[in-house]
């Protein structure tokens, strides 16, 4: 009995849900007005402080939802480690000991790295960016620890906690002391903007990569041998 | 008139890789599968003049989204070989 209440309790929010979604997207259908925004962003791009539209777009005019997703992925990141078992991540074996592998990451890390600094610096005036960036910073990490170097900074304690916060936070103090300072949430002052912009990405670039490599690493580490490629 | 076969070829390999990862049944296939759709999704935001969105599907969708299948399948395979033999190895 509780469980068919429960059901059609489930059914009758996720039905309310689902029309109030049709709704809201009946009513942005019938009200839009057509909005030039290539003409309206190419307008209003020296004010943004960088001279790459999508990275103007992404961290000035619409910087809530960069703080919003930067928010998404740092619970994501906690949720994953959260179901790790702890032990992975505490175990000071390594996955693989491959020579060809710890030969390879030699030659490939370091250009990784560069690649990282490249993308960040290069993302307030042409394409690149703190998600690109962070993303091949981890890619980097993943490399470094497939090659068996060690990474103390990855396990539980402070250091991985104030990495997977540091860019949510700092973007929040942000918002917040340009909220307090008389202006809107999130509203650069004007003559700070670029400052602020390349200080929020290079943050936001370690905490992105921080999430995505301790998702990979709090993977759990199996202690059968090694399949067969492709075998199942 | 290259630029449009470079499309159509481009269009095509997305369907047909896409395809296969739905339809393979052994999971490695289907993870090798979807890296090389990511690859030819970067590709084409590239022809859609996205390179933003490229070098992000590049990185993530590709690259760390492929190292992340890659092992939870393998994992799975381990822990399907463990349940059907795996218990001689270990008591």
């Known amino acids: 009995m509780t469980r068919v209440l429960a059901i059609l309790t489930v059914t009758a929010v996720c039905f ?19 909005v030039d925004l290539p003409a309206l ?3 209003n791009l020296d004010d943004s402080g960088v001279e790459n539209p999508v990275t103007a777009v992404l961290l000035n005019f619409r910087s809530y939802d960069t703080l919003l997703e930067i928010g998404v992925l740092v ?27 710890y030969a390879l990451q030699r030659w490939l890390v370091p250009l990784t790295l560069l690649l990282a600094g490249y993308l960040l610096w290069a993302g307030s005036d042409r394409p690149g960016g703190a998600f690109q960036a962070g993303a091949v910073l981890a890619a980097s990490g993943v490399l470094m620890r497939l090659g068996g170097i060690p990474m103390d900074f990855l396990r539980p304690g402070l250091m991985l906690r104030l990495g997977l916060s540091l860019g949510f936070s700092v973007f929040l103090l942000v918002a917040v002391a340009s909220a ?4 809107r949430f999130l509203a650069y002052p004007p003559e700070m903007a ?18 995505l ?14 399949p067969e490629e492709g075998g199942s | 008139m290259t630029e449009w076969s470079l499309d159509i070829l481009l269009v095509i390999a997305l369907l047909v890789t896409a395809t296969s990862v739905l339809w393979s049944r052994d999971l490695f296939r289907g993870v090798v599968f979807f890296i090389a759709f990511g690859l030819l999704m970067a590709l084409a935001w590239v022809r859609l003049r996205a390179p933003d969105v490229a070098l992000a599907e ?11 299948l890659l092992d939870a399948a393998r994992h799975l395979s381990n822990d399907e070989s463990q349940g059907e ?6 008591p």
Request: proline share 3%; hydrophobic share 50%.
């Open chain 2, 58 to 68: 590049a990185a993530i969708g590709a690259g760390l989204t492929g190292v992340l």
């Open chain 1, 16 to 34: 309310a849900f689902l029309s109030g979604l049709v709704y809201s997207i009946w009513q942005i259908g019938a009200t839009t007005t057509p």
């Open chain 2, 85 to 90: 033999d795996g218990k001689e190895k270990k």
């Open chain 1, 41 to 43: 962003l190419a307008g």
């Open chain 1, 75 to 101: 619970i994501a990141g906690i949720a994953g480690i959260s179901v790790a078992k702890t032990s992975s991540l505490e175990d000071p074996e390594l996955r693989t000991s491959d020579e060809l592998l």
């Open chain 1, 194 to 211: 670029r400052t602020l912009i390349v200080a929020i990405e290079t943050v936001l670039t370690l905490s992105i990569a921080m999430v």
């Open chain 1, 213 to 226: 490599l301790a998702l990979f690493v709090s993977a759990p580490i199996n202690n059968a041998e090694e």
């Open chain 1, 180 to 183: 307090l300072s008389g202006s």
